[in-house]
């Protein structure tokens, strides 16, 4: 959707070894390769808006958080928040778990997603700074930025460490 975010960085291309990486991050519980895309994505920072003023990682549904033992995009954000020392703000929640996006075309993903995500707190913030680890189709943090807006965000950006299929911002 064109226009829904006022700034989109994804740093690196989804191929070997960044892929080997995050899914090591993901599924090999690697939580120091956390840390490393949070280095890489300050280098980037220089490119963000000055008015960014809290960090959202996306939410996993509690029963995915639970099978893994943790967020990944939770992990990632941390080091960065304290790097540029923003507060991490979880005002949307994923309510509804939702199939896994690997392998759904667009459309697919836009549908599976549908519903899946509600702002819990008030909006507080000015700026919100999605952080995800990667962008696809960029279905899943546009759905949150809908929310996000439609709750009265006046402003949201994201930010992920990989892009698939040339989606580098």
Same mark, same amino acid.
């Given at each position: 959707?064109?226009? !829904?975010?006022?700034?989109? *960085?994804?740093?690196?291309?989804?191929?070997?070894? %960044?892929?080997?990486? !995050?899914? =090591?991050? /993901?599924? #090999?519980? /690697?939580?120091?390769? &956390?840390?490393?895309?949070?280095? @890489?994505?300050?280098?980037?920072?220089?490119? $963000?808006?000055?008015? !960014?003023?809290? $960090?959202?990682?996306?939410? @996993?549904?509690?029963?995915? /958080?639970?099978?893994?033992?943790?967020?990944?995009?939770?992990?990632?954000? /941390?080091? @960065?928040?304290?790097? @540029?020392? $923003?507060?991490? #703000?979880?005002?949307?929640?994923?309510?509804?778990?939702? &199939?896994?996006?690997?392998?759904?075309?667009?459309?697919?993903?836009? =549908?599976?997603?549908?519903?899946?995500?509600? %702002?819990?707190? =008030?909006?507080?913030?000015?700026?919100?700074?999605? %952080? #995800?680890? %990667?962008?696809?189709?960029?279905?899943?943090?546009? =759905? *949150?930025?809908?929310? $996000?807006?439609?709750?009265?965000?006046?402003?949201?950006?994201?930010?992920?460490? &990989?892009?698939?299929?040339?989606?580098?911002?």
């Amino acid at each position: 959707m064109p226009g !829904i975010f006022t700034s989109s *960085i994804a740093l690196l291309d989804y191929a070997f070894p %960044v892929d080997a990486a !995050i899914k =090591a991050l /993901k599924f #090999d519980h /690697k939580l120091f390769y &956390a840390a490393a895309f949070a280095e @890489l994505l300050l280098a980037c920072r220089k490119r $963000l808006p000055d008015d !960014i003023d809290a $960090l959202l990682p996306v939410p @996993l549904h509690w029963w995915r /958080k639970t099978r893994r033992g943790f967020n990944q995009s939770v992990e990632i954000a /941390k080091p @960065l928040a304290t790097a @540029l020392g $923003l507060p991490i #703000d979880r005002c949307v929640r994923r309510c509804r778990s939702t &199939a896994s996006q690997t392998g759904l075309d667009a459309r697919q993903r836009v =549908a599976n997603l549908r519903g899946a995500f509600v %702002v819990r707190d =008030a909006i507080v913030r000015q700026h919100y700074l999605l %952080v #995800d680890d %990667v962008l696809t189709t960029g279905a899943t943090t546009e =759905a *949150i930025a809908k929310v $996000l807006l439609s709750a009265g965000a006046p402003a949201v950006s994201r930010v992920t460490v &990989a892009h698939t299929n040339g989606r580098c911002g």
